[in-house]
Each structure stands twice: as structure tokens, then as C-alpha cells.
């Protein structure tokens, strides 16, 4: 809301490796402190630490950031998060997010590469 697309960067630039669980794969190790092979061992919705996310929640994370980097001129990455949008599993029929991803994903090939790319891959 406040169009302050920079300060988003350094997030979006952090690799999402997992996504919280309902329960800690790791009983012997309740804490943040503690040793723990990755985040999903203490972020979990048990731990209060996050709440349920579902697909809707990932693709609207990527729609987000991929207009971030749109409007950083930043073609490439906003391209990648666009296609993880749309290439990720859902139950049923694409949603609303998908549509608005290829919708912006044709857009931004045609300014990457000068025409629709034909697959997601380059």
C-alpha cells in the first residue's frame, strides 16, 4: 500500500524451502533455540508461530511478488515467480491467482523475449 516495492526485496530474495506443518516433526526439540534441520521443526501452527496456509495463500505470496519485481524492472525473477504460480499442484480446476499469473506471465515473456514464450523454462 505504500509503494514501497525495495523494502520487499530482501524478503522475496529468501528461498522458500517448506511450509509450516500443523505439528513439529521434531518432539524432542520444542524450541526455536534448539537444533533443527529447518524451519518447518518450530514454525508449525502448534508453535502459534504461523497460521494454516493453503495454495491460495503461496500463489497469492508469488502474484505479489512477482509485481514487485515488475516494478523493479526486474523481468526475470517476476517471470519465475510467475510460473511457480502457475506449475503448482492444486485441488481441481485452476483458481483465480492462476489466471492473473498467466495473464502477467504472457506479458512479461512477450517484454523478456519479444513474443509469448511457447513453455515455462527458457
Not at 31 to 60: F, K, M, Q, W
Not at 92 to 114: D, H, P, Q, T
Request: glycine share 4%; with cysteine; aromatic share 12%.
Amino acid at each position: 500500500m505504500a509503494r514501497d516495492y525495495k523494502s520487499a526485496l530482501p524478503i522475496l530474495e529468501n528461498i522458500v524451502f517448506n511450509y509450516p506443518t500443523m505439528k513439529s516433526s521434531e518432539v524432542d526439540e520444542p524450541y526455536p533455540c534448539a537444533d533443527h534441520r529447518d524451519s518447518a521443526g518450530y514454525i508449525t501452527i502448534e508453535s502459534g508461530l504461523t497460521a494454516a496456509i493453503n495454495a491460495s495463500t503461496v500463489h497469492e505470496y508469488y502474484i505479489l511478488g512477482s509485481l514487485v519485481y515488475i516494478s523493479q524492472h526486474m523481468w526475470e525473477e517476476a517471470q519465475l515467480f510467475l510460473e511457480l504460480v502457475l506449475v503448482s499442484p492444486t485441488q481441481g480446476v485452476a483458481n483465480g491467482f492462476m489466471l492473473e499469473a498467466y495473464r502477467k506471465w504472457v506479458l512479461v515473456s512477450c517484454i523478456i523475449n519479444g513474443r509469448v514464450s511457447t513453455v515455462f523454462a527458457n
